[in-house]
Each structure stands twice: as C-alpha cells, then as structure tokens.
C-alpha cells in the first residue's frame, strides 16, 4: 500500500470513529482513561483491568472469565505488562461490568497521561532469584499513585527482583531493580570456591585461600551469598537499583541508571519527587526519557536525587556495570 493510501485509510478510520462517538454521545479519549479501550468493531471496547504486580485471586481470575463469556466473546487477553482484559464489551454494559468487578474487590485500570498500574515480578516472596521485595514495593506504589495525572504523558513504573530483570525495569519511566552487596566473614570461609564458580561477572577471585571481589564487576545479584554453605558470604548492605527515563513502543528509549541502594521508603518519597519534577519540566507530551534528552539527565539527578541524600549514579562508568546491551547515555 502506498503511503498516500495508507493515510487516508488512518483518516478515515478517525474520522469513523469520531462520528460514532458523536452518534454515541462517548467521550473516547476519557472512557480510554479509565480502561475502556475503543477497539475497530463497532461499539466494541476491551476492558482493561487493574492487576498491580500481576497479582489477582482465584476469584478475580474466575470472575474474568464469566465476565468475558457474559459480555465479551469468551476470550481474555494477558498484556504485555501484566494486566488482565477483556475485549469485544459493549458499551452498554460497562456498568454491569464494573459493578460486577466491584463484588470482587476489583476494578478497572487506566490509560492516558497518568500512572499506570505497576508490574513486578515474584521478588524475593518464592523465586529464589530475588534478593528484594518487589511484590510489596508495586503493590505499595499502586495504592499510593495509580492513576496520578500528569498532565504530559503516561508514565510507567516497574520493579524487579534481581538483575534479572522479567519486569523490564530498564524500559520504564521509573524502574527498581533489587540489589545486595556481599561481604565476606573470613574467619567462617573455608576457601570452597563455590562463590567463584557461582558468579558470573567474574567479580570474585581467589587470594590467598580467600574469595576476594572486585567491585567494578559486582553487579549485586548476591549469587555468592546464596551458594554459601556456611554463611560465610553475607549481605552488607541491600535496596534498589533506579532507573529512570526508559519507554517502549516506536522510539524505544534505555533508561538511565541513577541512584543505588535505595530503601523502600526512599522508593516510595522518590516517585512523589519524580512525578512533581517530571510535570515541571516536561514539554507537551514528552516521556520522561524524552525531558531527560532535552534537559539532561545530571538535572534530574541534581534536582531530586542529590537533595534527597540518596547515592547517586552521575558518570557512564559508574553505570556500566549494570548496561545490559544496547546504546547507554552519558
């Protein structure tokens, strides 16, 4: 199809829709922003709802599938970033919709320039992978900021873990990784190398009869603390790796790394911080990514991350450690 034909057939297929929502009476835009997604079929909307953490009971996920076999065409559709939903609902049955969610303790989530419900992994709650509490972190931040306006663009939080990261937190407006720093209790060691053999940085190397790290390497994943028999390899200090400034979709962006060892309630005081910078500095419609490459980076860290006593990541060295591919951002 040419490109000529190609936008004609997207203006007409708004202007299609804007004409049934004025037929309709809907505000598409604002039912869009309440988790009411217009599909191409006429009258026909998904139901997004509001799983944070991708966490929802045996109930809730029952109640999905009487309501898509009620009100939709039988079918439940999975995202890509956790959320249950429900397509082909007819408008005119939002209300039994929503109410019926309700008896659940259920509801609908959000679209538009506002947060979004935040994914997770498991964390440390059952993968023995994770080295922090990701479940109650998401889960803490949804209950606290899901659906805050932000007046520019949409914005999307995420936590992991481990540096690992199934959430993806490298990819979003602000995410948070768990991370742990070991320390050796020499007098207990008794030189296995099992803490060697476990660590795939090549941090720790053998000296002496000893295990010994080189911190440049260490991406605080706390394998060797895990594969130590005898507790000899502990936890030093522990929190959250940040992120801030990444997005997906057709103009991708890697986030930038910008603070360590952040507690959770460092965690919780710094999206607050994060949404008041971000709707001071955007322009328009830019993501937060977007304000970082017009601003920089150094001003956000400045402007938040420094004032709240927190350990900054200012340098392209200091953030190699954690680069996991693709471009990374002075």
């Known amino acids: 199809m040419a490109p000529n ?159 690992i990261d199934c959430p993806r937190s490298r990819g979003a407006d602000l995410g948070f990784q768990g991370e742990v720093s070991p320390r050796l209790e020499a007098a207990l060691c008794t030189g296995c190398e099992l803490c060697v053999t476990a660590c795939q940085e090549k941090a720790l190397t053998m000296a002496e009869g000893l295990p010994v790290r080189d911190d440049s390497k260490c991406n605080y994943c706390g394998d060797c603390i895990k594969i130590c028999p005898l507790d000899a390899m502990v936890a030093a200090r522990s929190g959250w790796l940040v992120r801030a400034g990444g997005k997906h979709g057709k103009h991708p962006l890697y986030s930038y790394e910008v603070a360590n060892f952040v507690s959770d309630e460092e965690a919780l005081a710094l999206v607050e911080k994060t949404m008041e910078w971000y709707k001071g500095n955007a322009d328009g419609r830019e993501r937060l990514g977007a304000t970082f490459a017009r601003v920089g980076v150094q001003k956000y860290i400045a402007d938040v991350i420094e004032p709240m006593g927190l350990q900054a990541i200012k340098t392209v060295e200091q953030r190699r450690r954690f680069w996991a591919g693709g471009n990374f951002y002075v």
């Open 5 to 163: 034909d190609e936008t004609a057939k997207l203006e007409a297929l708004r202007s299609g829709l804007k004409k049934e929502a004025r037929a309709l009476k809907l505000d598409f835009d604002q039912l869009k922003s309440g988790g009411f997604i217009k599909q191409t079929q006429k009258n026909l909307f998904t139901v997004r709802l509001r799983c944070p953490a991708g966490q929802l009971t045996s109930t809730q996920l029952r109640t999905a599938a009487e309501l898509a076999d009620k009100y939709g065409r039988g079918e439940v559709h999975i995202s890509v970033r956790q959320s249950v939903e429900i397509p082909y609902v007819h408008y005119q049955n939002f209300d039994a919709v929503t109410a019926a969610l309700k008896e659940v303790n259920w509801s609908v989530a959000s679209c538009g320039p506002r947060v979004r419900v935040p994914g997770a992994c498991a964390g440390c709650t059952y993968n023995p992978n994770g080295v922090a509490d990701s479940q109650r972190l998401c889960l803490d931040i949804d209950r606290r900021f899901f659906g805050v306006a932000t007046g520019h663009h949409k914005f999307k939080i995420s936590a992991a873990g481990c540096p």
